[in-house]
């Protein structure tokens, strides 16, 4: 099992870690789902935890289609990242057609060849998820797709995720299930999909707010959640 959680500081990423996270993902701007953040404290955010760390590489919120000025952006984001170390990243990027943007993300790896990559959420805009999933499983350097099954949120595309799940056993990339996932809802998640990667990010806050502080006590609740699921299989 493993539970990412978003993470906008390092008070968030070391309130997460306490609480039970194994990797970190940080970002910047949650309410348009992530951007990149502040690089310059990249080391703040290493010192924070002893878990890994995924950094957001994405210019803006909207859309998952760049214009060639905004991916030379995300390339030389990608390049500060792998100098900092220690870092890995997330990203993505589709077509008009909406394909995995196969151009853009072989100059997105590489920027960083040395460096692990999480395709987010752009995956659930695909046109066809079982061809993008095709598509990322010939990127060595792609080793999880974090994903909704397509739908509004995790628990609402259940059944389609099962499928991924299904299609992906055996074989990298991971998938990693997230959005609108809670504690009151991940149990009954678990029990339909089987999905051993967990990501997690208003859950993880103070009151459910997505600009809250990360509270490790509600971290704590969803790891023991996973916990007992896996003892009971």
């Known amino acids: 099992m493993l539970l990412e959680v978003i993470a906008c500081t390092p008070e968030d990423a070391a309130a997460a870690e306490r609480g039970g996270a194994d990797r970190i993902e940080w970002i910047a701007d949650p309410l348009s789902g992530g951007v990149t953040p502040d690089l310059s404290c990249?080391?703040?955010?290493r010192r924070a935890v002893q878990v890994p760390i995924r950094v957001?590489?994405?210019?803006?919120?909207?859309?998952?289609?760049?214009?060639e000025d905004e991916q030379e952006q995300?390339?030389?984001?990608?390049r500060r990242i792998a100098a900092a170390?220690?870092?890995?990243?997330?990203t993505g990027a589709l077509t008009p057609e909406g394909t995995v943007d196969a151009?853009?993300?072989?100059?997105?790896?590489?920027?960083?060849?040395?460096?692990?990559?999480?395709?987010?959420r752009a995956f659930d805009e695909a046109a066809d998820l079982d061809r993008?999933?095709?598509?990322?499983?010939?990127?060595?350097?792609?080793?999880?797709?974090?994903t909704s099954g397509g739908a509004r949120n995790a628990p609402e595309g259940s059944g389609r995720l099962a499928e991924l799940l299904r299609r992906s056993a055996g074989r990298p990339p991971r998938i990693l299930a997230g959005a609108g996932l809670t504690e009151r809802n991940l149990r009954p998640f678990l029990d339909a999909t089987s999905a051993e990667r967990i990501h997690i990010g208003s859950a993880a806050r103070y009151g459910s707010d997505p600009l809250a502080p990360v509270d490790p006590e509600r971290v704590l609740a969803i790891r023991r959640i996973m916990e007992d699921w896996a003892a009971q299989r």
Request: glycine share 12%; net charge neutral.
């Open 42 to 45: 990249a080391a703040a955010m």
């Open 132 to 146: 993008a999933l095709e598509v990322l499983s010939v990127y060595p350097q792609v080793t999880d797709v974090l």
């Open 56 to 67: 957001m590489v994405r210019t803006r919120g909207g859309g998952f289609v760049y214009s």
């Open 103 to 120: 151009s853009a993300l072989a100059g997105l790896l590489n920027a960083g060849p040395s460096l692990a990559f999480t395709f987010h």
């Open 85 to 90: 170390g220690g870092l890995d990243v997330v």
């Open 74 to 78: 995300m390339r030389r984001d990608i």
